[in-house]
Each structure stands twice: as C-alpha cells, then as structure tokens.
C-alpha cells in the first residue's frame, strides 16, 4: 500500500498563490504519473496537473499558465504551486500517483486538502 498525504491547502484572496505538497510513503516502487486532481462540490473529479517521466506534463485547460507541477528528483513527492488563483479553483484538491511493480499498477489517491478562494 502506497499513502500519499497533502499539505499546504487553506484559504487565499483572488489573485493569491498557494503551494500543495504531496508525500507518498509506503510500499513505493515507481510512481508514473504523480499529480493532482480536484472537486468542486456538485462537480466531477477533473485534472489539474499531473507529471511523468521524461518530464512530461498534462495540465487542464482551466490552470494552464497560472498552475505549475513539478516533483522531488526521487518522485515521491509531488507538488502544485498555483498563482493567479480565481474563486472558481476552489475545491478539494486530491494527490494521485500510479505507483508500478514488476509491470503492474496501482493507483493512490490522498485524503484531499481544500483550497477556498474568496473574491
């Protein structure tokens, strides 16, 4: 089992920045891709950013240009640092990974940390 937990969520004026962080611990093998993903309330669960090897980057639409994925060169830790931020980000924001054995996967999902934007 692979845990991953957040930090860095709270309460932030439009046009602020905040910074998640993501630490997985556990039976980590390899964990291709690492990211994030959030849910406002009444709405599905959407990208936001995720980060695989190669540096291969996959960003919503919505966050392009204000939000910016990266990782610890040991890839067990992920992070989001978000700029520019509008009330319409505010949601549950979860960390995900696939973490991979022998060519096998598994994917994690975080407990989520709100981010609450307030105009």
């Known amino acids: 089992q692979v845990q991953l937990v957040e930090s860095g969520g709270g309460l932030v004026q439009a046009g602020g920045s905040l910074r998640l962080s993501c630490l997985a611990t556990?039976?980590?093998?390899?964990?291709?891709?690492t990211g994030w993903y959030r849910q406002a309330p009444g709405k599905q669960r959407e990208l936001v950013a995720t980060?695989?090897?190669?540096?291969?980057?996959d960003y919503g639409d919505s966050v392009k240009g204000r939000f910016t994925v990266s990782r610890d060169g040991a890839g067990n830790a992920v992070y989001l640092h978000m700029d520019s931020l509008k009330p319409e980000d505010t949601a549950v924001y979860y960390c995900?990974?696939?973490?991979?054995?022998?060519?096998?996967?598994?994917?994690?999902w975080g407990q989520g940390t709100q981010v609450t934007v307030s105009s």
């Open positions: 995900y990974a696939r973490n991979w054995r022998g060519g096998i996967y598994e994917d994690y």
């Open positions: 980060v695989a090897s190669g540096g291969i980057f």
């Open positions: 556990g039976s980590v093998s390899r964990l291709n891709p």
